[in-house]
């Protein structure tokens, strides 16, 4: 017997089904997506994945990998006082840093928008982002040595100094011992004898190039022989004879005065009066009482010269670092803010301005709040940057003061490979430096995912 299909029903059991078409693209669809993935992820598991379980295996055993220590290195760890100053470092970069960048870059993004050039304006700032850290870190070394001769800021910092505060001419000189002058214990030089009214004293001093002598110094001969009635005087001049010759202690025709330096009468302790040598050298007390004096030239005459400010030194070093990072992120922080500013709605702006607000009143109840998801975008970024900053500490900070700059990145390199020789240490300072990092990272993202929404 025929056995007759009603149209409509099911197909027998027996028959295979036609596959879907829709079905079958989807699928297609499928592994083409993953054959152009596949790549990405095996970049993934073999760049992060791996080295990250790596760590976390590794900072469970001793320097040489072969003993189990557990969690001892995570012990160690926070035992350590130069992980310690790590871990203080890292909390003021991240502080300091973000926040001033953020700051800085929304006071530049908002006044960007009121200058004529504000296109080259903001090229100029962004151009430091073109530099590799390493190169900037080789400027900022340079710019703060502290020698002025050398090192920028410190040539405008002496600079300064000078316009407001005199300098000693004289930080090289000095008296020969067992000639009329011994050195007091706060630097200057005082008469081994007494002088009264009516003396002339020649105070000999070397040390001083000739050539360093001032221009208008003039020979000390002919001062060393006037007296005055009544006028306790003197000479001040450099005991030495260019060419040779010349007596010790004696004022030879060819030895020059020492113009510029302040010398003081003293009696019981006390300054009586106070004189200025001439070009010549000479100086001379005039109305003194009657009695005995020590002639003194104070310390100040010896002064070393003003050097600058030592930018990288322990106290500065930590500061003088995060200024290079700000130079090089700063137009970062600029470029982002200003396109939110950008696309503010500038009927508040200018509703708020026709009620009477002024601009402080406006940048701070409108454009600040109104720019709050892209400060917060910017501030959070900048937060897991200088988590992981590395090149600026460790080329900027000297050798003796690198101890004082590390943070938990240079930290785990110099443990590691920097002469420590303790890779198990090391891991964990990498993994301690990732949970540290993993917070703000997941922040950065469910902020951009609802931002999308």
Do not use: C
């Given at each position: 017997?025929?056995?007759v299909?009603?149209?409509g029903?099911a197909?027998?059991?027996?028959r295979p089904?036609a596959a879907d078409p829709?079905?079958?693209?989807?699928?297609?669809?499928?592994?083409v997506?993953?054959?152009?993935?596949?790549?990405?992820l095996?970049l993934?598991?073999?760049?992060v994945?791996?080295?990250?379980l790596?760590?976390v295996?590794?900072?469970?055993?001793?320097?040489?990998?072969t003993?189990?220590?557990?969690?001892?290195?995570?012990?160690?760890?926070?035992?350590?006082?130069?992980t310690?100053t790590a871990?203080?470092?890292?909390a003021?970069?991240?502080?300091?840093?973000?926040?001033?960048?953020?700051?800085?870059?929304l006071?530049?993004a908002?006044?960007v928008e009121k200058?004529?050039?504000?296109?080259?304006?903001?090229?100029?700032?962004?151009m430091?982002m073109?530099?590799?850290?390493l190169?900037a870190?080789?400027?900022f070394?340079?710019?703060?040595e502290?020698?002025?001769?050398?090192?920028?800021?410190?040539?405008a910092?002496v600079?300064?100094h000078?316009?407001f505060a005199?300098?000693?001419?004289?930080?090289?000189?000095?008296a020969?011992?067992?000639?009329g002058?011994?050195?007091?214990?706060d630097?200057?030089y005082i008469t081994?004898g007494?002088?009264?009214p009516g003396?002339?004293?020649?105070?000999?001093?070397?040390?001083?190039?000739p050539?360093?002598?001032?221009?208008?110094a003039r020979p000390?001969?002919?001062?060393?022989g006037k007296?005055?009635?009544?006028v306790l005087?003197?000479?001040v001049?450099?005991?030495?004879?260019?060419?040779?010759g010349?007596e010790?202690?004696?004022?030879?025709r060819t030895e020059r005065?020492?113009?510029g330096?302040?010398?003081?009468a003293?009696?019981?302790?006390?300054?009586?009066?106070t004189?200025?040598?001439a070009?010549?050298g000479s100086f001379?007390f005039r109305d003194?009482e009657?009695g005995?004096?020590?002639?003194?030239?104070?310390?100040e005459?010896?002064?070393p010269?003003y050097?600058g400010i030592?930018?990288?030194?322990?106290?500065?070093?930590?500061?003088?670092?995060i200024?290079?990072?700000l130079?090089i992120?700063?137009?970062?922080a600029?470029?982002?803010i200003?396109?939110?500013l950008s696309?503010?709605?500038?009927d508040?702006?200018?509703?708020?301005r026709?009620?009477?607000?002024?601009?402080?009143?406006?940048?701070?109840?409108?454009?600040?709040?109104?720019?709050a998801?892209i400060l917060?975008v910017?501030f959070?970024?900048?937060?897991i940057n200088?988590m992981?900053?590395?090149?600026l500490?460790?080329i900027?900070?000297?050798?003796p003061?690198?101890?004082?700059?590390?943070?938990?990145?240079?930290?785990?390199w110099l443990?590691s490979f920097?002469?420590?020789n303790?890779?198990g240490?090391?891991s964990?300072l990498?993994v301690?430096?990732?949970?540290?990092?993993?917070?703000a990272m997941v922040?950065n993202?469910r902020r951009?995912?609802?931002?999308?929404?």
């Amino acid at each position: 017997m025929t056995a007759v299909t009603t149209p409509g029903a099911a197909p027998s059991a027996g028959r295979p089904r036609a596959a879907d078409p829709r079905h079958r693209a989807r699928r297609r669809r499928r592994l083409v997506a993953l054959a152009f993935v596949l790549p990405a992820l095996l970049l993934l598991g073999a760049l992060v994945v791996y080295p990250v379980l790596f760590s976390v295996g590794r900072s469970l055993f001793d320097a040489s990998g072969t003993r189990f220590v557990g969690a001892g290195n995570y012990t160690e760890m926070f035992r350590d006082p130069a992980t310690l100053t790590a871990v203080r470092n890292s909390a003021i970069w991240v502080v300091v840093a973000p926040t001033l960048l953020t700051g800085l870059g929304l006071v530049l993004a908002v006044l960007v928008e009121k200058v004529r050039w504000a296109t080259a304006f903001k090229l100029l700032l962004f151009m430091p982002m073109a530099v590799s850290f390493l190169a900037a870190g080789i400027i900022f070394r340079l710019a703060y040595e502290e020698d002025p001769d050398k090192g920028v800021l410190n040539a405008a910092v002496v600079g300064v100094h000078d316009v407001f505060a005199d300098s000693s001419s004289y930080p090289t000189a000095r008296a020969r011992d067992g000639e009329g002058l011994a050195k007091a214990p706060d630097g200057s030089y005082i008469t081994t004898g007494s002088a009264s009214p009516g003396d002339t004293l020649a105070l000999g001093l070397v040390g001083v190039k000739p050539a360093d002598l001032p221009e208008d110094a003039r020979p000390a001969y002919g001062a060393a022989g006037k007296t005055d009635a009544g006028v306790l005087s003197g000479v001040v001049y450099l005991d030495f004879t260019p060419g040779g010759g010349g007596e010790r202690g004696t004022v030879d025709r060819t030895e020059r005065g020492m113009p510029g330096m302040t010398v003081e009468a003293v009696r019981d302790g006390r300054t009586a009066a106070t004189a200025t040598t001439a070009a010549d050298g000479s100086f001379a007390f005039r109305d003194l009482e009657a009695g005995s004096y020590s002639v003194r030239l104070p310390a100040e005459n010896f002064a070393p010269p003003y050097e600058g400010i030592s930018w990288l030194g322990p106290a500065l070093v930590t500061p003088a670092i995060i200024g290079a990072y700000l130079w090089i992120w700063t137009g970062f922080a600029m470029v982002l803010i200003g396109a939110g500013l950008s696309a503010l709605p500038r009927d508040a702006l200018e509703a708020a301005r026709m009620d009477g607000a002024n601009e402080w009143q406006v940048f701070r109840r409108i454009t600040v709040p109104l720019l709050a998801p892209i400060l917060t975008v910017v501030f959070v970024t900048l937060v897991i940057n200088v988590m992981k900053v590395f090149d600026l500490v460790y080329i900027i900070a000297p050798g003796p003061v690198q101890q004082d700059a590390t943070v938990l990145a240079t930290q785990m390199w110099l443990v590691s490979f920097g002469g420590g020789n303790d890779q198990g240490l090391g891991s964990a300072l990498g993994v301690l430096l990732l949970l540290l990092v993993i917070p703000a990272m997941v922040f950065n993202v469910r902020r951009f995912r609802r931002s999308q929404s």
